[in-house]
């Protein structure tokens, strides 16, 4: 690569630096979420409260029907976990027209109950992605990283469909590769070589391997 001019050395330097905090703000906030203020403040953050736009939607968010009451409800408390409440969940999460920023605040709280109702979720459907999805997002809010790996993993161990479990496999990567957390290589190694799994996984790593190489270190 040809030499770049102060200016541009200067702009990848910031923009490295840059991704590095962003990184490391996230980490804290995953892994410290009741005290990451006052470790951001460690590091030299001043911490000020800003309204954002789907804070603000979240916060106005009220039930618009009778399901998504007895979801909140259930969410509050003041309901037990049912099959029904399951079925509730998934009504409203995949309607027409559903109350996202009402659901949405739940995950960004880590509500212990909607944690609750995913795992009983997957304990009926070990497999479903949209679950799997629903907990990787939970995830962004509540470092449970063990539970995570350990529900791709056993979907990945049951499902028959080689198409979706490919689609599981590199879900379960984009889950946990922020993490620092190698998903293929932990798949790789409970698939026998030459069978069909394992020739996916392999192939999703010479994949991820190829992509790695443009988008390696910068070069000046």
């Given at each position: 690569m040809g030499k770049k001019g102060k200016n541009g050395i200067l702009d990848d330097y910031r923009k490295l630096r840059t991704e590095m905090m962003f990184e490391k703000v996230s980490e804290i906030i995953r892994n410290h979420p009741e005290g990451y203020v006052a470790k951001l403040k460690e590091l030299g953050f001043e911490y000020c409260e800003e309204d954002d736009d789907e804070g603000i939607e979240e916060r106005n968010a009220t039930p618009e029907n009778q399901m998504q009451q007895d979801l909140v409800a259930y969410f509050e408390g003041e309901m037990e976990l049912a099959d029904t409440t399951l079925e509730t969940f998934f009504a409203v999460r995949d309607s027409e027209c559903p109350n996202l920023p009402l659901i949405r605040k739940y995950f960004r709280t880590a509500n212990?109950?909607?944690?609750?109702?995913?795992?009983?979720?997957?304990?009926?459907?070990?497999?479903?992605?949209?679950?799997?999805?629903?907990?990787?997002?939970?995830?962004?809010?509540?470092?449970?990283?063990?539970?995570?790996?350990?529900?791709?993993?056993?979907a990945?161990?049951?499902?028959?469909?080689?198409?979706?479990?490919?689609?599981?496999?590199?879900?379960?990567?984009?889950?946990?590769?922020?993490?620092?957390?190698?998903?293929?290589?932990?798949?790789?190694?409970?698939?026998?070589?030459?069978?069909?799994?394992?020739k996916i996984i392999d192939s999703l790593i010479a994949e991820e391997e190829e992509s790695e190489k443009f988008s390696g270190p910068i070069k000046f």
């Open positions: 212990h109950k909607l944690k609750s109702l995913l795992l009983y979720g997957l304990d009926r459907y070990p497999a479903r992605i949209d679950l799997l999805s629903d907990l990787a997002y939970y995830h962004e809010f509540e470092n449970i990283l063990a539970i995570l790996i350990t529900h791709y993993k056993s990945c161990l049951n499902e028959m469909n080689l198409e979706t479990f490919t689609e599981l496999a590199r879900d379960f990567y984009y889950a946990t590769h922020p993490d620092g957390y190698e998903a293929l290589y932990a798949l790789r190694d409970l698939f026998e070589p030459e069978t069909e799994k394992r």
